[in-house]
């Protein structure tokens, strides 16, 4: 089983849509998590951290279920500019330090 | 404030050449991290570099080595190219050696292997 695990899509949705991501991961002493959004041929940008039961930033929620150990990404009122890869990061301590990402949930928005 | 610079944008190599890699911290940063995202995949983690010294490798073979400079400056060398190391190698910096806040990404270095 994978560190970190999200559905790839890609999920298609029309402007003004609510979609919502979810990730899994194995890791039950994880305390904080991010997500990270890549635009194509970009750089991975930190969009969310998630440190305690969930975050709010204006039109996106994120959301931590550490019983059943998954993060969920929502995002209202979708925008074309939304269009982007999503990613899911575990962050690792103990020994050294290092970010383990999932694959990524494409997402389109269509007009 | 600069951002995290990474150089070159893009290269193309051939199998068996070898390959550096440089990136800038923020300023004030300390930390360097390098990661390897193939086409279709998250990044992985390469390598983890704090005051100088190795704090961390990934799962990747001994053609893979790295350095951090004085100046927390920090080159990624590739030795004995093979196709499959063409990917974006992405360098993140941050202000701690920690992991929980985190990291800034330059924009990468797109290499291609021939």
């Known amino acids: 089983r994978k560190e970190v695990e999200q559905d790839p899509g890609p999920f298609n949705v029309p402007e003004g849509a609510t979609v919502a991501f979810n990730c899994t991961y194995s890791?039950?002493?994880?305390?904080?998590f991010f997500w990270y959004r890549q635009d194509c041929r970009k750089e991975p940008k930190l969009l969310m951290s998630?440190?305690?039961s969930g975050n709010e930033d204006g039109r996106f929620t994120a959301q931590l279920n550490r019983a059943s150990q998954y993060i969920s990404l929502l995002i209202r009122d979708s925008k074309l500019s939304d269009s982007a890869t999503y990613l899911c990061?575990?962050?690792?301590?103990?020994?050294?330090?290092?970010?383990?990402f999932g694959a990524g949930t494409r997402l389109a928005v269509h007009p | 404030d600069a951002g995290v610079t990474q150089s070159p944008t893009h290269l193309i190599k051939t199998r068996g050449q070898h390959v550096t890699l440089r990136c800038s911290p923020i300023?004030?940063?300390?930390?360097v991290s390098w990661y390897q995202q193939v086409l279709g995949q998250g990044p992985q983690f390469i390598f983890q570099?704090?005051?100088?010294?190795?704090?961390g490798r990934g799962n990747f073979p001994d053609r893979f080595s790295a350095r951090q400079f004085p100046n927390y400056s920090s080159e990624l060398n590739v030795n004995a190219l093979l196709l499959g190391d063409s990917a974006l190698y992405l360098c993140?910096?941050?202000?701690?050696?920690?992991?929980?806040?985190?990291?800034?990404f330059g924009s990468g270095t797109r290499l291609t292997v021939v």
């Open positions: 993140a910096s941050s202000s701690s050696e920690g992991v929980n806040y985190g990291y800034t």
């Open positions: 300023s004030g940063h300390k930390s």
């Open positions: 998630v440190y305690s």
């Open positions: 570099y704090y005051e100088k010294e190795e704090r």
């Open positions: 890791n039950s002493a994880s305390q904080s």
């Open positions: 990061v575990v962050p690792r301590s103990g020994g050294y330090n290092k970010l383990i």
